[in-house]
């Protein structure tokens, strides 16, 4: 028996239309309905299985050989970006292939090497935020949208960081490009319907892509040296390695562009809406304001802020998992590669299993008060009692914003250091008070990861001290 099916109206299309419009408030509604089952939801003809309970959650995480996410990946990759239908093949299927690119994010994106990224990210992001906010305030001060100027930043300072500046040479309307294809990723992920509905975001992601079938039909040369972690061949080390395994494994041009283009995607889709979510929540509390601006200082060194200083904070930690606990709307989709029971019930062979993570981070079993922010909620000292610590045990099983297990976010490191690095540097730089008779902050729901705002704020820059 598979898990009650939540009633619907409309055959075939059933829940598809909610799910769309919102998801978290579908799965939010469901659970409602049944509070101690998983449930199916019913959406093109497909049966999803919804499973929230943290013991489910950890054991489909833990089994990545039984539910699997190369095959979401592989669909996500061909319906948004066009991936070619044979290199999709070899994303859903080559465990050798797989293994080994997660093995070089893995490594590229942690330890020392992240140490290094993030030296080249700190200097392409000061370059940016003098040419995006310091020549416009000039000594004054000047309105800005907060978001679009968050997401801007965030994508220059990527594609500088990451790819160099070859891919932007004879391109001005990147970014443009990029914003359109990024505005229609929300449904072009599950439909390549999405673009073919909208003519000049499907133009807008033949140039982008084209220029990534140039970027990378060049020769290879070498970036092994360990010590030259950047190059303005390629970017980071990094992308030369992916570059050198996808051709090992006879990826065509076009299906490399696409894997290029979408690390520029992942690197760059949550981080912004993240940042302006985080910077939101503090300059709407002086309290917290304050707190933050004093610990930024404490971890600022002679050459720029030590990000890894700022942290190991506690605090910092508690902010950041509140953050993303409030942020966070994803929903994680595995794939069952046999038949398979689960808490009691019978899943078929390829049928779908989602995790809805807002369900996790605003249950009320595990998270007092949960739609508030509360970053002390995740802060504990040896002292504590051991009630305490065994709810701040179930909180941390119950935040899963990045996935989990082997198939966990590999720049789940990277995007920590990313937002408290910018965060902290707008902050300590900048006074960003909020522009009177602005709407009240709402996320928009219809978000792939991270909620971005469902409208932008304006907000009024001025330099620290001026």
């Not at 497909?46 to 959650?57: G, L, Q």
């Not at 994803?330 to 995790?355: C, H, P, Q, W």
């Amino acid at each position: 028996m598979e898990p009650p099916v939540v009633p619907f109206w409309i055959p075939y299309f059933g829940h598809a239309f909610a799910f769309w419009g919102n998801p978290g408030e579908l799965m939010r509604s469901a659970k409602k309905k049944y509070p101690t089952t998983p449930f199916t939801l019913v959406m093109l003809g497909a049966r999803f299985h919804v499973f929230s309970s943290i013991e489910a959650t950890s054991a489909i995480f833990g089994r990545s050989r039984d539910f699997l996410f190369p095959p979401v990946v592989a669909s996500m990759m061909h319906n948004g970006l066009a991936l070619p239908t044979k290199d999709t093949a070899l994303y859903e299927s080559d465990r050798n292939f797989l293994h080994t690119i997660h093995n070089i994010y893995a490594r590229n994106l942690s330890g020392e090497e992240l140490r290094m990224t993030m030296g080249i990210f700190q200097k392409y992001f000061l370059m940016q935020l003098n040419i995006l906010v310091d020549d416009r305030i000039n000594g004054k001060s000047e309105v800005f949208f907060l978001h679009e100027t968050i997401r801007k930043l965030v994508f220059m300072t990527s594609l500088n960081t990451f790819f160099g500046s070859r891919i932007q040479a004879g391109y001005p309307s990147l970014w443009k490009d990029f914003q359109l294809v990024d505005d229609t990723l929300y449904a072009g992920v599950r439909t390549n319907l999405a673009f073919q509905l909208q003519p000049h975001a499907m133009e807008a992601r033949d140039r982008v892509l084209q220029a990534f079938d140039a970027w990378v039909d060049v020769e290879l040369g070498d970036c092994s040296n360990q010590d030259q972690i950047w190059s303005e061949e390629w970017g980071m080390r990094l992308n030369w390695e992916r570059e050198k395994l996808h051709r090992q494994h006879h990826f065509s041009i076009r299906g490399r562009s696409c894997t290029h283009a979408s690390f520029l995607y992942v690197a760059t889709t949550n981080a912004a809406p993240l940042i302006t979510w985080f910077v939101i929540n503090l300059i709407q509390s002086p309290s917290l304001l304050r707190k933050f601006r004093e610990e930024a200082q404490s971890a600022m060194v002679e050459d720029g802020l030590d990000v890894r200083r700022l942290q190991s904070s506690p605090w910092i930690q508690g902010l950041w998992k509140e953050s993303l606990r409030l942020g966070s709307t994803n929903t994680s989709a595995r794939v069952l590669r046999k038949d398979t029971y689960l808490e009691g019930y019978m899943l078929r062979k390829n049928s779908i299993v989602l995790l809805p993570v807002q369900v996790l981070h605003y249950d009320p079993n595990v998270f007092e008060r949960p739609n508030t922010f509360d970053a002390e909620r995740w802060i504990s000292t040896k002292e504590e009692e051991p009630e305490t610590l065994r709810r701040q045990k179930k909180q941390n099983a119950s935040l899963r914003p990045f996935g989990g297990g082997s198939s966990i976010c590999s720049g789940r490191l990277l995007a920590e250091q990313e937002v408290l690095l910018m965060a902290a540097t707008l902050l300590t730089r900048f006074d960003i008070c909020i522009e009177p008779d602005q709407p009240i902050f709402r996320h928009n729901p219809r978000s792939l990861g991270i909620m971005s705002p469902l409208e932008d704020i304006r907000v009024k820059f001025k330099a620290r001290g001026k």
